[in-house]
């Protein structure tokens, strides 16, 4: 596609369920990022892969959290046992890697709601 | 405490001047950057600026960098309804010219333009 693509776009869980948000970066982007945006705050870095391997994820608030990028493309962002303090919109972004001017693409998010 | 600090609401008349503003913390970002959330999108590049420049300026939009104060803003001539939208202003200190963007963001300003 043309744009990054995240699924789903909407996701509403119980507390203590396990959850798979999928991002979908431009083609030929080899950086990826998830970020998660609460409500009323700015965007907070959680993890940015570099082609398949996690260049950074100091980001990741704690081990209920984990991402993977098996083919350097797709990612799957997965929350373990998840706690209402996880309800955000989650946002996936990809950018060309090498060089540029530091743009990042981003989706439109998939909102998590943990009730 | 905050890393990127921008007041949190705007409100202008249509076809006045918009001016938000930013501080932020890092001397060492490369970059800085102002993004554009419109309701239930993902967050958009609106423009950038190169930490040597004390100035940029593309069609409305005025970016202007104080960089002994750590400062930031964006002048948004002739405000349209359409311009109502989510701006934040975001960092980039972990910028290694490898291709890391790990941005952080400021809560953003929420600008409101009135017909």
């Known amino acids: 596609g043309a744009g990054v693509s995240q699924t789903p776009s909407n996701k509403v869980t119980e507390k203590g369920k396990y959850v798979e948000l999928r991002c979908d970066p431009i083609s030929g982007h080899t950086a990826l990022y998830w970020y998660r945006q609460s409500l009323g705050q700015g965007p907070e870095f959680l993890i940015y892969?570099?082609?398949?391997?996690?260049?950074?994820d100091s980001g990741l608030p704690n081990d209920r959290f984990f991402a993977v990028r098996p083919e350097g493309s797709v990612s799957t962002l997965k929350i373990q046992r998840t706690e209402r303090g996880d309800s955000a919109v989650y946002l996936c972004a990809s950018s060309p890697g090498q060089g540029g001017t530091g743009e990042l693409f981003f989706g439109e998010g998939s909102r998590l709601t943990v009730l | 405490g905050e890393d990127v600090e921008q007041s949190l609401f705007l409100s202008v008349r249509e076809g006045d001047s918009s001016v938000i503003n930013c501080t932020y913390t890092?001397?060492?970002?490369?970059?800085l950057y102002w993004y554009k959330q419109e309701p239930g999108a993902g967050l958009q590049l609106l423009t950038y600026?190169?930490?040597?420049?004390d100035m940029k300026q593309d069609q409305r939009l005025t970016v202007l960098l104080n960089k002994k104060d750590k400062h930031l803003s964006l002048r948004i001539a002739d405000t349209q309804t359409g311009d109502s939208a989510i701006y934040f202003c975001a960092e980039n200190p972990t910028y290694s010219g490898a291709g890391s963007y790990q941005l952080t963001f400021g809560k953003g300003t929420k600008l409101s333009v009135i017909p």
């Open positions: 892969f570099q082609g398949t391997g996690a260049a950074d």
């Open positions: 890092d001397s060492s970002s490369t970059y």
């Open positions: 600026i190169f930490s040597n420049m």
